[in-house]
């Protein structure tokens, strides 16, 4: 158990519907990661916050949003869904966002999107 | 072209033989390089470490790094069944304002008794 919760484990939605997944960081970690990890495109980096704040993008999509709270956890909602959402979307949490020495990110147990 | 390249596989070996693993990558500033194992239906955890170029062991696992070839692996000795699971390479930079990991799209093992 690496401490990153996730909630809910599966998800099954229809076309065009908007849900909302979230994530609750260990104990004293600051960053939380977004990862969407789907069968031809493998792990990809969505978003990063850090104490509340955007801290860097990757491939996410407009129809795509995040934030972290005041409580360090993490809500990613996803609007307009399209069967092509389908995924695992995984959660990670860092210590620290970024800095020169290693810094590791723990994973949750992911969160299954189906749609429909 | 993907930054990282990793063999998805799958990888099919009797246990007790030596497993090699690899990933390619095209961006010369990544500088942290991990390996990490994914169990079916669960997240990825950590195995390994490594920073710059140069071995490191830890058990039966060996990860190496060549930068100059840009080219990574991961070596598991006297491999077991419940080494079976899906083997991730991720890269980062040195530094900078983000932590984010670059992934390469996982090799699946499984180890036959």
């Known amino acids: 158990d690496s401490g990153v919760t996730q909630t809910p484990k599966h998800l099954i939605t229809a076309t065009g519907q908007r849900v909302t997944l979230r994530c609750s960081p260990r104990s004293g970690d600051l960053s939380v990661y977004w990862y969407q990890q789907s069968l031809d495109q493998g792990l990809q980096f969505l978003i990063q916050y850090y104490n509340g704040e955007e801290r860097a993008k990757g491939n996410i999509l407009e129809r795509f949003s995040a934030q972290q709270f005041p409580d360090l956890h993490s809500e990613l909602n996803l609007s307009s869904l399209e069967l092509g959402d389908s995924a695992l979307y995984f959660c990670?949490?860092?210590?620290?966002?970024?800095?020169?020495?290693?810094?590791?990110?723990?994973f949750g147990p992911g969160t299954r999107l189906t749609v429909l | 072209q993907k930054e990282v390249e990793q063999d998805p596989g799958p990888l099919s070996v009797p246990e007790g033989a030596i497993v090699s693993l690899n990933c390619t990558y095209s961006n010369s500033a990544f500088q942290y390089f991990m390996w990490y194992r994914q169990y079916s239906r669960k997240g990825p955890e950590l195995l390994m470490y490594?920073?710059?170029?140069g071995n490191k062991e830890d058990g039966r696992f060996t990860a190496q790094v060549d930068k100059s070839s840009k080219y990574i692996s991961l070596f598991i000795r006297d491999s077991q069944p419940s080494d079976s699971a899906t083997y991730l390479c991720?890269?980062?930079?040195?530094?900078?304002?983000?932590?984010?990991?670059?992934f390469g799209t996982g090799t699946l093992l499984a180890v036959q008794p």
């Open positions: 490594t920073y710059s170029s």
């Open positions: 990670a949490s860092s210590v620290v966002g970024g800095t020169s020495g290693y810094n590791e990110q723990f």
């Open positions: 991720a890269m980062r930079g040195y530094g900078g304002a983000t932590n984010k990991l670059i």
